[in-house]
């Protein structure tokens, strides 16, 4: 009998665990990515008839730009060739001698040893801040910034400060500011350029000044060089190749440049100077762990760093005329401000909000009237009462003159 009554209550105790929602961890509160996020709020739209379009992702091939037939060439054959096994957790040999071999002819020299492929830029972010926090760790990010940093910073349970940039002076980071913020935890600053999501481009000076901080305060930097190939006006040189010594780990990927995100394949590479040796085992030994990234796709590397780049003259040519008609177009609005873009493909205006409302408000709504996607700045870090928003202006001109008139008379009645 008081074996039944125990066997009763355990079953009753199982029942009524089965019935209680399983904790997640805490991080997970602070984890936040608002370009897919908002995705939920898109899809209630659509559902309801309305056409949206998506300007929240930047994914040229979503808006009908190719990927490179000689690298689609390579993934082939090297399925083909029977390279559908694990491969070494680095990354193939030939890959990341493409990519130590770029790195030097854009002035940076670097070995293969000190390059990582991994499933992405993002995977490859991932990597390196975990191999440099742990959860006293601060790291200096922009503001407004890409939000994987912030994202993965909370994952790790570390911090995030953000430093200034500035609209006013074509979103350059704020060095004052930057100084004022480091503390004896501070473990490394971020720096993304051309940037994510303001469109910026650093002048030399600023650059320098940004290694020379690093350097007064012994912080390696964690250069996002993803839009390197898409300045306008030609390639920007790679941060590291303004101090060869200096404790830079850049990151790339076949995403932006190459036309091919959805192959989740980029890279790290590691400075030359002896102080990130540690950096890199630790790194080595993080990608040990997840075994490696697609090796298909690494065949992709060699073809895309050696092989025919023209793609990247049109792509650009493209990405101009766009960022010239956004600038314009926003501008014209009553009370938008907006620089216009030299690099990549995201703009930032800000919203003349009306007192009490928020970004997030401006962006839900024009969703709403409208079926455009975008992204509020709060989502980048920024304050929501300023009223920034990101725009991709990835789409064709004709269809971005189109957006800019459903924004034009949703704006000028939001913000009456
Ligand atoms: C600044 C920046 N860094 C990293 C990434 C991630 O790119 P990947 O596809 O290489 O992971 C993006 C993607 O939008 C980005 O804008």
Redesign the pocket.
């Known amino acids: 009998m008081e074996g039944r009554t125990l066997h009763a209550l355990g079953y009753n105790l199982a029942v009524s665990l089965t019935q209680t929602s399983i904790p997640v961890s805490p991080r997970i509160g602070r984890f936040s990515y608002a370009i897919r996020n908002i995705v939920v709020e898109a899809q209630r739209v659509e559902a309801a008839g309305m056409n949206v379009r998506y300007l929240n ?2 994914d040229p091939v979503a808006f009908g730009f190719q990927t490179p037939a000689h690298l689609m060439t390579a993934v082939e054959r090297a399925i083909r060739d029977g390279h559908n096994g694990y491969g070494p957790s680095a990354g193939i040999l030939s890959a990341r001698e493409a990519v130590a071999a770029e790195e030097n002819e854009k002035g940076w020299p670097i070995s293969p040893d000190r390059v990582f492929i991994a ?5 490859a ?1 991932e990597l390196a801040l975990t191999a440099l926090l742990d959860e006293h760790g601060e790291v200096l990010v922009p503001n407004p910034t ?1 939000p ?1 940093y912030t994202a993965v910073i909370a994952k790790i349970g570390a911090r995030a400060k953000y430093y200034r940039t500035d609209p006013a002076r074509g979103w350059i980071p704020d060095l004052d500011h930057l100084d004022s913020l480091v503390t004896p935890n501070t473990r490394a600053l971020v720096v ?1 350029d051309p ?2 999501p303001t469109g910026a481009q650093y002048p030399t000076a600023v650059r320098k000044a940004l290694l020379e901080f690093a350097d007064r305060h012994g912080l390696p930097i964690l250069a ?1 060089e ?2 390197g190939d898409l300045g306008y006006e030609g390639r920007v040189a790679p941060l590291g190749s303004l101090d060869l010594d200096a404790p830079v780990l850049s ?6 440049a190459y036309l091919a ?1 959805g192959w ?1 394949t ?1 890279w790290v590479s590691i400075g030359r100077t002896p102080r990130l040796d540690e950096v890199a085992t630790a790194i080595r030994k993080l990608a040990d762990g997840r075994l490696c990234s697609t090796i298909p796709m690494q065949y992709a590397v060699t073809a895309a760093l050696t092989g025919d780049k023209s793609h990247q003259v049109s792509f650009r040519a493209a990405l101009k005329e766009r960022a010239t008609l956004t600038g314009e177009r926003l501008r014209a609005m009553p009370g938008v401000t907006c620089m216009t873009p030299t690099a990549g493909f995201y703009a930032m205006p800000r919203i003349p909000l009306p007192p009490g409302k928020t970004d997030e408000d401006y962006v839900l709504g024009l969703l709403r009237a409208t079926g455009v996607l975008c992204v509020y700045g709060s989502g980048f870090g920024l304050p929501a009462e300023d009223g920034y928003m990101r725009i991709v202006f990835l789409a064709s001109p004709d269809e971005l003159n189109d957006v800019y008139r459903l924004m034009a008379d949703f704006t000028a009645d939001f913000c009456r």
């Open positions: 992702v930047g499933s992405g830029t993002s995977e972010i890409y994987l993304i940037n994510n996002d993803v839009y990151f790339s990927s076949l995403s932006k995100p989740r980029g």
